[in-house]
C-alpha cells in the first residue's frame, strides 16, 4: 500500500512538474487573450479545412508573405506568434536548424545511432521506435518553448555514390529499404492518430540529389542529367513510399536541377508528381535558399521576381531562406503571380500546423502536453540506443577468434584515431547527446585495457605514435583497432576523393597486427564504404567489424558484440568498391545501368556486377543459419482491370508485361513461408533478405530487394517467418520510358543460397488465379 501511495505521488509530482515546465505562449488561439480566442480558426470543433480558410481570409497580402518562410512572422493583431520552422531530427533532436536550442533546461536529447548504421538492423519495428523517442523528446522541447514541432528529417535519398559526404544520413543503396525506413521512421514521429500530428516529419531532397562537392562541381551548380527509367525506378521510389505508405506530412525539393529544371521550380515533380500522383496531404519546402539558388547561382530566370513565381506556381509552400519574403509581392504587383497562388500555399502549412495543435490554444492542455524535461535523457530512451547500436554492427570477417573471451583475453590494447571519440560517434545532423560511452570505455568494462591513440587523429599524416601503438600490441592478450573516418572526411559539402582509410591507417593497422600478440580485431566507424582489401586478406588480422557511426552508446554496443554479450546480426546497407571502381564512374555521371560499351559499370548492387570489397546485405554471425522454403506458389495470374484486355488494348502487355496501372493490384501479392534453422550454439538474429531476378530481355535490374525481415532465433531451434510479396509493386520493372510493368514469364526469388522460381502469366477475366 505504501509503495502504491509513493508511486501515485510521483507520478503526481511529475504531471505537475511537467504543467509548469510547459513554459511556451501558445502560438495562436491564447485562452487568455480575448480579443483573438473566439476566432474561428480557434474553434476546434470546427473543420480544419474551414479554419484554415477562415485564418487565411483575415491576412492581408503583406502578412500573408511574412508566413512563406521558415522564421515566419509573427501577426500580432490575429493572437499569431512567430514560428520557426526548421528543425531537424535525423537521428535524434538536434540543433543544426534554428528551431531547437539546448538550454539548462533541456541540455540534451537522445543520439540515436547515424541513419546508415540503423538501416544496417534491417529492423522496421526498431525504426519506427526509435522515431517515438525521437518525437517524445521533441515535444517535450516543443512544450518549454526550446523547440518546433516540424522536423525536417528523414533523408532518404539513394545512396547512389560511395563518395557522397552525406550518404551516412540515408538507409543505404537500395530504393524500397529506403522507402520502408522513410515509412516506418516518418509513422514513429508522427503518431497514427488519424489526421492529427505528433511532430511533422519531412522527407528530404527530392530528387536525384546526392552530389555535394566534387572535383570542381558543387549542389548549387548541378544539373542531374537523369533518364525517365532511373528516376521512376530508383530515384523516386523512396519518397513516393514515404508520402503514400508513411503519410509524410512534407517533402523537401533539392538544390540541384534534373534535367535542366530546378527541383524546386518544376511543376512536373512538385505538383505533377508530388501533390499530384502521390497525393501529399502536407506542404512542400525548399532546402536552404534553394529558391535563391537557382535565381542567384544557377541563373535559371532573369529576376527574383520570375524566381518567386516560378517556385510557387509550381507547387512550392515554404521557403528555406529569405528570397520568398523579400520578392514575393514584387512578383505579384508586376502580375507575375496572383494572390490566390500565395493562399493555395497557405493552405497546406496552416493545414499542417492546425493538424499539429498549433491553432488548439495551450500546448499543455493538448494530447502531449504532459510531455516534459523528465521525459528527455531517460534510461529507457539511452537503452534503445544502445540496442540499436548493436543490431546494426556489422562482423564483416571472422577467421576464428570471435568473440573474444574475458578469460583468455584479460588484457585488451586498444588502439587508434577512433579509439576514444565521443562526437564522432553521433556523425553529422545531431545534437547534444545525452552522454556518451567511448569504445575504450566500453572494452574497459570487461577487461583492462592498454590505451594508445596510434594516430592524432583520423588524418594519421604521421607515425610518430607508432611506435607506442605496437608496443601496447605486444603486451597485450588481444588488439583492438578502432579506426575509420570522421566529419573531417565525409559531412555535408565535403564528398570523399577516394574509399581508402585516410593518410597513415592502412600502415598503423598492418604494423599493430604484425606486432599483436594476440588476435588483432579491427573496427571501422565510417558512413560510407571503405577499401580495406587489404585487411580483408591479412591473416594477422582476425576480425573485423563495421559500426558505422553508433551514437552516443555506441562503446557498449562494440564492446558487447567483441565479447559475445550480443550476437551480430547486421547487413550491410551498400556496396563496399574496390578504390579502382572510382576511376570509371564520374559523380556526375547519374547513370545506374552498366554500359559495357563506354567502359561504365554501374552502381550498385541492382546494376553493377563487377568486383568488390564486401557486397550489399553481407554481414555475418557468431552463430550459422539455414534456409527452407516450406509454403511458395509456382504460378500466379496477373488480373487486368477489366478496361485493359489483351484484345483490346495492346499496350496493356507490351513486350510481354503489364501495365502496372492496368492491372488489379490491390489484392495481387505472393506469400511464402520460409523456415529459418540456427544450427549453432548461440541464440542469434537473422536478417531474410529476399531477392528477385525478373525475366530476361527487360533492362531490369540484375536482382532487387523485395522483402526482407529480421527474426530472433535461439540457439538449435527453427522459426517461421512468412512472406508477402506485393507483385505490382515489387515484382514490377520500369521501362525506358518510365512506366511501371509487370513482367510475364519465370521470376526467380532468391533467399540466401536457395532459389525458387515463380512464373507470372496474364488473367484477361480478371481473376486471381495461383
Not at 509503495?3 to 505562449?25: D, P
Not at 516543443?142 to 552525406?166: E, Q
Not at 580495406?532 to 558505422?548: E, M
Not at 535461439?714 to 517461421?720: G, K, R
Amino acid at each position: 500500500m505504501a509503495t502504491t501511495s509513493i508511486t501515485n505521488l510521483i507520478l503526481l509530482f511529475l504531471t505537475l512538474l511537467a504543467t509548469v515546465e510547459s513554459s511556451r505562449i501558445p502560438f495562436a488561439c491564447n485562452p487568455r487573450d480575448s480579443n483573438t480566442r473566439n476566432y474561428p480558426f480557434c474553434k476546434t470543433n470546427l473543420p480544419i479545412q474551414y479554419r484554415v480558410r477562415d485564418f487565411i481570409g483575415r491576412l492581408t497580402l503583406h502578412e500573408k508573405v511574412g508566413l512563406l518562410v521558415n522564421n515566419a512572422a509573427p501577426v500580432p493583431r490575429l493572437g499569431i506568434q512567430g514560428y520557426e520552422w526548421w528543425s531537424e531530427a535525423l537521428h535524434g533532436v538536434s540543433n543544426v536548424g534554428p528551431g531547437t536550442k539546448f538550454t539548462p533546461q533541456f541540455s540534451a536529447a537522445t543520439s540515436f545511432p547515424q541513419v546508415i548504421t540503423t538501416a544496417a538492423s534491417f529492423n522496421q519495428s526498431l525504426w519506427e521506435e526509435i522515431g517515438k523517442v525521437v518525437s517524445d523528446e521533441a515535444r517535450a522541447m516543443y512544450n518549454g518553448g526550446n523547440a518546433g514541432l516540424t522536423y525536417w528529417s528523414p533523408n532518404v535519398n539513394v545512396l547512389r555514390d560511395p563518395r557522397w559526404g552525406r550518404g551516412q544520413e540515408t538507409p543505404g543503396e537500395d530504393p524500397v529499404m529506403a522507402g520502408k525506413y522513410a515509412a516506418r521512421y516518418v509513422r514513429g514521429l508522427q503518431g497514427n492518430d488519424g489526421n492529427k500530428l505528433k511532430v511533422a516529419a519531412c522527407c528530404k531532397h527530392y530528387t536525384a540529389y546526392d552530389l555535394d562537392n566534387w572535383n570542381g562541381v558543387d549542389r548549387f551548380h548541378f544539373n542531374a542529367k537523369v533518364s525517365k527509367q532511373d528516376l521512376a525506378d530508383t530515384f523516386d521510389v523512396p519518397f513516393r513510399t514515404c508520402v503514400m505508405e508513411g503519410k509524410v506530412a512534407s517533402v523537401m525539393c533539392s538544390y540541384n536541377q534534373v534535367n535542366g529544371i530546378p527541383t524546386c521550380a518544376d511543376p512536373n515533380l512538385l505538383r505533377g508528381i508530388i501533390r499530384g500522383e502521390w497525393k501529399l496531404n502536407g506542404y512542400i519546402v525548399s532546402d536552404c535558399d534553394s529558391v535563391g539558388v537557382f535565381y542567384d547561382n544557377q541563373h535559371y530566370t532573369a529576376t527574383p521576381e520570375e524566381a518567386a513565381a516560378e517556385a510557387i506556381k509550381a507547387g512550392l509552400d515554404l521557403d528555406c531562406g529569405p528570397f520568398l519574403a523579400m520578392h514575393t509581392e514584387s512578383a505579384i504587383q508586376k502580375g507575375k503571380l496572383s494572390e490566390s497562388d500565395v493562399n493555395n500555399a497557405l493552405i497546406n502549412t496552416v493545414t499542417v500546423q492546425m493538424r499539429l495543435g498549433m491553432f488548439d490554444g495551450e500546448p499543455r492542455n493538448q494530447p502531449f502536453g504532459h510531455l516534459g524535461p523528465h521525459i528527455v535523457c531517460r534510461p529507457d530512451h539511452d537503452h534503445l540506443a544502445l540496442e540499436a547500436a548493436r543490431q546494426g554492427i556489422v562482423l564483416l570477417k571472422n577467421r576464428g577468434p570471435l568473440p573474444l573471451s574475458t578469460q583468455r583475453h584479460r588484457t585488451i590494447a586498444v588502439i587508434g584515431p577512433n579509439s576514444d571519440v565521443t562526437v564522432t560517434m553521433i556523425g553529422n545532423y545531431a545534437g547534444i547527446a545525452c552522454g556518451y560511452t567511448t569504445p575504450v570505455q566500453g572494452i574497459a568494462r570487461y577487461v583492462k585495457t592498454i590505451h594508445e591513440r596510434g594516430c592524432a587523429n583520423v588524418a594519421c599524416k604521421g607515425r610518430e605514435l607508432f611506435g607506442a601503438a605496437e608496443n601496447a600490441a605486444r603486451q597485450a592478450d588481444a588488439t583492438v583497432l578502432v579506426m575509420g573516418l570522421d566529419q573531417t572526411i565525409e559531412a555535408e559539402f565535403l564528398d570523399r576523393v577516394d574509399l581508402l582509410l585516410p593518410g597513415h591507417q592502412q600502415e598503423l593497422i598492418s604494423r599493430v597486427a604484425a606486432a599483436s600478440k594476440g588476435p588483432t580485431i579491427l573496427v571501422l566507424l565510417s558512413g560510407g564504404p571503405v577499401d580495406i582489401t587489404f585487411a580483408k586478406n591479412d591473416p594477422r588480422i582476425s576480425g573485423i567489424f563495421w559500426v558505422g557511426y553508433p551514437g552516443q552508446s555506441g562503446g557498449t554496443a562494440i564492446a558487447d558484440v567483441i565479447f559475445g554479450q550480443t550476437n551480430p546480426g547486421g547487413k550491410l546497407p551498400m556496396t563496399w568498391y574496390p578504390q579502382d571502381y572510382l576511376a570509371k564512374v564520374p559523380m556526375t555521371n547519374m547513370g545506374l545501368r552498366a554500359d559495357p560499351a563506354r567502359g561504365y559499370p554501374g552502381r550498385t548492387y541492382r546494376f553493377y556486377k563487377g568486383p568488390v570489397v564486401y557486397p550489399f546485405g553481407h554481414g555475418l554471425s557468431y552463430t550459422s543459419f539455414v534456409h527452407s522454403i516450406s509454403k511458395a506458389p509456382a504460378m500466379l495470374a496477373v488480373p487486368l482491370d477489366g478496361r485493359h484486355t489483351t484484345s483490346s488494348n495492346s499496350t496493356a502487355t507490351l513486350s510481354n508485361a503489364v501495365r502496372v496501372t492496368h492491372a488489379k493490384c490491390d489484392q495481387l501479392s505472393v506469400g511464402f513461408h520460409v523456415n529459418v534453422r540456427n544450427t549453432g550454439a548461440r541464440d542469434g538474429s537473422h536478417t531474410l533478405l529476399v531477392f528477385s531476378t525478373p525475366p530476361a530481355g527487360h533492362f531490369a535490374p540484375e536482382k532487387q530487394l523485395v522483402a526482407f525481415e529480421r527474426v530472433h532465433v535461439p540457439a538449435n531451434s527453427e522459426q517461421q517467418v512468412r512472406i508477402g510479396i506485393h507483385v505490382c509493386k515489387y515484382l514490377s520493372i520500369v521501362d525506358k520510358y518510365g512506366i511501371r510493368r509487370i513482367p510475364m514469364g519465370e521470376h526467380h526469388i532468391h533467399i540466401g543460397d536457395i532459389k525458387h522460381s515463380i512464373s507470372l502469366h496474364v488473367d484477361a477475366l480478371g481473376e486471381i488465379k495461383s
